[in-house]
């Protein structure tokens, strides 16, 4: 980490969360804050993802951008991909404040932000206007608090920002926005892929179409979503979102309600992730998220089954330099093991299942 980022870090650490979150965009979109301005890649390092070709395998997960207002800073900062939102069809505020909780001793964060968004309209131009390049750029989507009818939600967003991206996640798994996750039930959730699916086809620049599910399930849940995925013919999971569960944790804020992040939460995902490899047959893309915040961890979840990582709590902790580093990191493991990303995909996975 250099310097002048270990300093900045420090100053935004003294600030209140939020805050601190919305200052650091403000510096990326003024670029003050030191980037790479490329992702780090080799031959070992690319890779073909639902269509999309990366770079590196080092994604930024959704939240830390939700209004796709610093797209092209972020692309410059050594991710793979990067994913923006969650965006709803309308705008909304989001939960009362305080609503972002730094567990510093945990290494974790807190959220209860609700989805806060400017809504799919300014987003969708937001992103239409973005300037393409090797870097690919997908867009959470999610519904509103007092939606009636969310399967509609999400089909809206994708109808009107879809095509602008190049790929879209299902978010059905925050747990901020009240009986969201019941749409991960089966019957409910085959309903709303396949809405989504029909509006996604209408699009002249088709995305590819990702699931992003909870790490709070149980194995048969698990083992459902699975098959749900595999026939809808969705092209990735993400695996995980945040926790509810607050199981040995340090932090005086632990007790604060919302989703759990960062540390604490790695081994749950890991093992949710390795139970979806082992349940699609290896055959589907997963995107392993939750926890990582080095090379060893972002190593353990491609073995456990991922073709790509995203990171995003730990970034709180470690700055932007963090991409990069793992990206380096997970480079010269492949060139010392002389492995492909493909061949440790997986390789873990009956160990943690």
């Known amino acids: 980490m250099k310097m002048i980022e270990r300093a900045g870090l420090h100053?935004?650490?003294r600030l209140d969360p939020e805050r601190a979150h919305d200052l650091s965009l403000r510096a990326l979109?003024?670029?003050i804050v030191p980037l790479p301005r490329a992702p780090f890649t080799s031959d070992r390092l690319r890779l073909r993802l639902a269509g999309m070709e990366l770079p590196n395998p080092v994604g930024?997960?959704?939240?830390?951008?939700?209004?796709a207002?610093?797209?092209?800073?972020?692309?410059?900062?050594?991710?793979?991909f990067i994913e923006v939102g969650a965006a709803t069809p309308r705008p909304q505020s989001g939960n009362d404040k305080p609503r972002l909780f730094r567990l510093t001793a945990d290494g974790a964060i807190i959220n209860r932000f609700?989805?806060?968004?400017?809504?799919?309209?300014?987003?969708a131009q937001r992103l239409a206007a973005r300037v393409h390049g090797i870097v690919p750029v997908g867009l959470n989507v999610g519904a509103n608090k007092d939606s009636t009818d969310r399967a509609a939600d999400y089909v809206e967003v994708v109808r009107q920002a879809g095509g602008a991206v190049d790929f879209v996640t299902v978010n059905v798994s925050s747990p901020n926005t009240g009986r969201?996750?019941?749409?991960?039930?089966?019957e409910a959730l085959v309903a709303l892929l396949a809405q989504v699916n029909e509006a996604r086809r209408d699009l002249v620049n088709r995305p590819a179409l990702f699931l992003k599910i909870a790490p709070d399930l149980d194995d048969p849940?698990?083992?459902d979503i699975a098959a749900v995925a595999a026939e809808a013919g969705i092209d990735g999971i993400i695996a995980t979102?945040?926790?509810?569960?607050?199981n040995g944790l340090k932090d005086p804020q632990a007790s604060e309600t919302g989703g759990l992040s960062g540390a604490p939460l790695f081994d749950r995902s890991t093992r949710v992730l390795a139970q979806l490899y082992r349940e699609t047959n290896g055959k589907m893309p997963l995107i392993g998220v939750g926890g990582i915040a080095n090379v060893d961890q972002a190593w353990a979840k491609l073995c456990a089954g991922a073709s790509a990582v995203q990171v995003y709590s730990a970034l709180i902790y470690h700055g932007f330099s963090l991409a990069t580093k793992i990206a380096q990191g997970l480079d010269a493991r492949l060139k010392s093991t002389r492995m492909s990303l493909e061949e440790i995909r997986g390789s873990g996975a009956d160990e943690l299942v």
């Open 221 to 223: 849940s698990v083992r």
């Open 241 to 246: 979102n945040t926790t509810v569960a607050r």
């Open 11 to 13: 100053l935004l650490h």
């Open 180 to 186: 969201l996750r019941d749409l991960q039930q089966p």
């Open 114 to 123: 609700g989805f806060n968004n400017d809504g799919v309209a300014v987003i």
């Open 60 to 67: 930024l997960a959704a939240g830390y951008d939700k209004n």
């Open 69 to 80: 207002i610093a797209i092209a800073p972020l692309r410059r900062a050594g991710f793979g």
């Open 29 to 31: 979109r003024m670029g």
